[in-house]
């Protein structure tokens, strides 16, 4: 596994975002609007997400997790909220389980503050996916909703495995949120560097999550502070108009 990079996925992908023929009419429906989205940040608050691990270079001192993942919330935050203000943000904290903090609001100020008082609260040795789509769940945009939900996923263990109470096939069965046409899931995993077999793990857990789609993007980095800002501006791009994961990787 390449321990600093995007995550590569299989299937054929066709020119018009079909991958291998799985996009639905609903999805079709959609498809290149810029509805106004619905983004719910969900922030680990493990003790690792406090380690100082990310050089930058030039700089004297690594920067830790937390407070390079909270930059880097704020400059997208902004930056969104300049493309359209009708964008609303909510936060969850992750500790065993999903906890909500704030539901999403439009005021960005407010969102901002609660961000700022985010910390770390102890040392996890679970994290259970159910917690966060049962969160997820009623959040569901209805029948021809003219906005978005997006799960921004920003996970900072590495060794502990999410899990789920069934398989990841069982999880979209069970939370059909995951295969709404309006709904995404992204995901940046941070861990530290010179592991390979326990963050493969962590980080396969999580891509078992994307839909038939492949909808989602997915990264994955350890040691480099440059690589957290660029995986969230690449996550910028309005889920209805950006190109699978493999596509964009290859233009930037």
Do not use: W
């Not at 495995?161 to 999880?171: F, I, K, Q, Y």
């Not at 910028?236 to 699978?244: M, S, T, W, Y």
């Amino acid at each position: 596994m390449n321990m600093d990079d995007e995550k590569k996925r299989g299937g054929e992908v066709d020119d018009d975002g079909d991958s291998d023929g799985g996009v639905s009419h609903a999805v079709a429906s959609v498809r290149g609007k810029q509805l106004p989205e619905k983004i719910l940040f969900c922030v680990d608050v493990d003790d690792e997400m406090a380690t100082a691990d990310l050089k930058n270079k030039g700089a004297k001192d690594p920067v830790r997790r937390l407070d390079a993942v909270k930059d880097a919330i704020r400059i997208f935050v902004t930056t969104k909220r300049a493309l359209n203000p009708k964008h609303e943000f909510g936060l969850v904290l992750l500790k065993e389980d999903a906890e909500m903090i704030l539901e999403p609001t439009s005021q960005a100020a407010t969102f901002l503050d609660h961000v700022e008082q985010v910390g770390t609260v102890g040392s996890f040795g679970a994290f259970r996916f159910d917690s966060l789509f049962s969160i997820v769940t009623p959040m569901a945009p209805a029948r021809n909703a003219q906005h978005v939900v997006r799960v921004i996923f920003i996970y900072g263990r590495t060794t502990v495995v999410p899990t789920l109470s069934g398989s990841a096939d069982t999880a979209l069965q069970t939370y059909p949120v995951l295969v709404h046409p309006q709904f995404f899931l992204d995901a940046v995993y941070l861990h530290r560097a010179g592991r390979e077999k326990e963050p493969q793990a962590v980080f396969d857990a999580i891509l078992a999550l994307d839909d038939n789609a492949h909808s989602g993007y997915f990264f994955e980095h350890a040691a480099k502070l440059k690589n957290v800002f660029r995986s969230m501006g690449v996550l910028l791009a309005h889920p209805l108009q950006r190109d699978v994961q493999d596509k964009q990787s290859t233009k930037i």
